[in-house]
């Protein structure tokens, strides 16, 4: 799969990156910030973007509705500190909360894909 | 305006001297009627007297009687009158003795009339200042019952009204102009003291906004760096980033264990953090409690494969609880959990679904562990308090997982508790007041 990454904090970013490189073999494209995850989003294609919650200029909340704005369904999932956000449920296919287990992250991320596809 | 005080009293001394003043006219009038009633019944006294010596012969014994009478007339002129009479009577001339007793009764006649005149008014102003004694009391005391209800009562009333629309609704309570006497002191302090409740309910609330923002923030900047730590550690530990020696290993593996067990306290901290600060929003709706019940025991079934432990949980098909599940599901996850930490291997976990005296759901959790002393069952639901470690702890615990259980199941309006004796296991139980059968029947409020 080709998965765009949004993530400001570095170490995060590099942690997420080896996961789903290296565990799940899967292509990454990164973006430091909300602006850039947008400009990313409209300019390729993807076939998931991965979300951080908080980011500086925009918070991914913020970035999912502009990808949504303009009209692409690409499956999005948030990355979160704080999981009791209702709008990550219903602007995303789903949300993986901080801390999360690295190992894990790659059957995370199908077990959402799978139901989101299933309902 | 004059305070209330200063008005009762003023009214009061107005009435008391008016009805003094009115007392002392009575009394004086009373005391002129008595003196002018005297004078008319001596001058009818002496009138009788004349006309009899007018039509007695003289005699000498009958002189000296009137002689004496003579002497106690007080009025000079009525006494000089008088002795004309007695004169011509001793003098034994008839002729004159007529003329004088028709001038002695002429001038008496004279007397007299004014003096009846006299008395009337006399009487009239004694019994007109005789009532108003009686009445000018009577009246003042009107008076002051109108003033005490027209100002003190209503006063209490318009005050006590407002301390009730304070109660009811403090945020918009609006403070209205005290009068300017002893209630409006009242008012003034009463005003005081709401403004003062008003001020410190906006502080509180500008507390619980800071609350609020710090759990936000903590709660991000704490969770991130936790997660680049997890994340390093595990990709070393599960050899992703290639093979590492045994012993530096065993260094990694501590290290993740040690970050879980912060990841866990962190988590646990900002939960119980949130449940007091009420932020955290129960989204309750109808579930069947089986579902709830089977979501959270296979959930720990790898845990309690671990340990060596079965879990066995008595179904009871058709109830729904309104719940929140997730939540509801956190509490049987540790009230399990600790179960299952405290059993020795081989022996069984039995969770089960009663009813209370009340007709709430009762749900227990049973284990064959070592008990707890009853001085430890209040604390151990308490934050940090545990009571004695488990001999083999699998994972050790924040010491925060009962006191959030407490707080989840009040959240939920039930209650929680625990059941236990030395040697003989524990049992730990909580209540869910609101659940039904699956017809949808309420079963209870």
New interface residues.
């Given amino acids: 799969m080709k998965i765009l990454l949004a993530e400001d ?1 570095h ?2 970013a590099v ?2 990156k ?2 789903l490189e ?2 799940g073999q899967h292509e990454v494209v990164h973006a430091e910030d909300g602006e850039l995850a947008v400009q990313k989003a409209q300019s390729q294609a993807f076939d998931l973007i991965i979300l951080d919650g ?1 980011m500086p200029k925009k918070n991914g909340l913020i970035v999912a509705q502009e990808i949504r704005g303009s009209g692409q369904t690409t499956p999005i999932i948030f990355l979160t ?2 999981s ?1 956000e209702p709008a990550y449920q219903t602007l995303g296919t789903g949300y993986i909360a ?6 894990l992250i790659c059957a995370r991320i199908e077990e959402i894909l799978a139901s989101a596809k299933g309902a | 305006m004059l305070t209330l005080r200063t008005r009762l009293n003023l009214i009061t001394f107005c009435a008391i001297s008016a009805m003094g003043w009115c007392g002392f006219t009575a009394a004086v009038s009373g005391q002129e009627y008595l003196d002018l009633q005297k004078q008319v019944d001596e001058s009818v006294d002496l009138r009788s007297n004349a006309v009899w010596l007018g039509g007695a012969p003289y005699d000498s014994t009958t002189l000296k009687r009137m002689q004496t009478r003579r002497a106690a007339i007080v009025d000079e002129t009525r006494q000089a009158q008088f002795s004309d009479v007695l004169q011509a009577y001793s003098s034994r001339d008839d002729k004159m003795l007529r003329q004088r007793i028709a001038n002695f009764m002429q001038h008496e006649y004279d007397i007299s009339k004014k003096a009846t005149i006299q008395v009337r008014k006399a009487r009239e102003t004694f019994l007109l200042f005789a009532c108003m004694t009686a009445i000018v009391p009577l009246f003042g005391m009107f008076i002051v019952l109108l003033t005490v209800n027209s100002t003190v009562f209503h006063g209490i009333d318009r005050l006590s009204r407002r301390m009730m629309d304070f109660l009811a609704d403090r945020y918009s309570f609006q403070f209205s102009q005290p009068d300017a006497n002893e209630l409006g002191d009242l008012q003034r302090t009463f005003n005081s003291l709401a403004q003062q409740v008003i001020n410190t309910m906006d502080e509180l609330k500008q507390l619980d906004q800071a609350k609020s923002e710090f759990l ?1 923030i903590a ?2 900047e ?11 550690l ?2 070393l530990g ?1 050899g ?2 290639g093979k590492i020696d045994d012993a530096p290993l065993q260094l990694i593996k501590i290290a993740e264990t040690e970050t879980d067990r912060l ?1 866990r306290l962190i988590n646990d901290l900002l939960d119980l953090a949130k449940i007091e600060a009420r932020k ?1 929003p129960l989204a309750s709706k109808w579930c069947l409690w089986d579902d709830t019940l089977k979501s959270t025991t296979t959930g720990l079934v790898g845990f309690a494969h671990n340990a060596g432990v079965n879990i066995a949980f008595d179904p009871s098909p058709g109830i729904e609880a309104f719940i929140d599940s997730d939540r509801v599901q956190q509490v049987l996850t540790n009230l399990i959990s600790n179960a299952i930490k405290f059993s020795p291997r081989g022996s069984t976990v039995h969770v089960y679904t009663g009813q209370t005296k009340n007709g709430h759901l009762l749900i227990n959790v049973r284990d064959q562990g070592p008990g707890i002393a009853p001085a430890d069952q209040e604390l151990i639901f308490q934050k940090f308090r545990q009571g004695a470690t488990a001999e083999n702890p699998i994972v050790k615990g924040t010491g925060l997982g009962l006191a959030i259980a407490k707080a989840l199941v009040e959240e939920h309006g039930g209650d929680i508790g625990v059941e236990s004796e030395m040697g003989k296991g524990s049992a730990f139980w909580f209540t869910l007041p609101k659940w039904r059968l699956a017809d949808g029947q309420a079963v209870s409020a």
């Fill in positions: 904090d170490h995060v942690i997420m080896l996961c290296k565990i908080m500190a704080k009791d901080k801390p999360f287990e690295p190992t | 936000s709660s991000h704490l969770r991130t760096p936790m997660t680049s730590i997890k994340g390093s595990s990709l599960n992703i980033m990841i955290l």
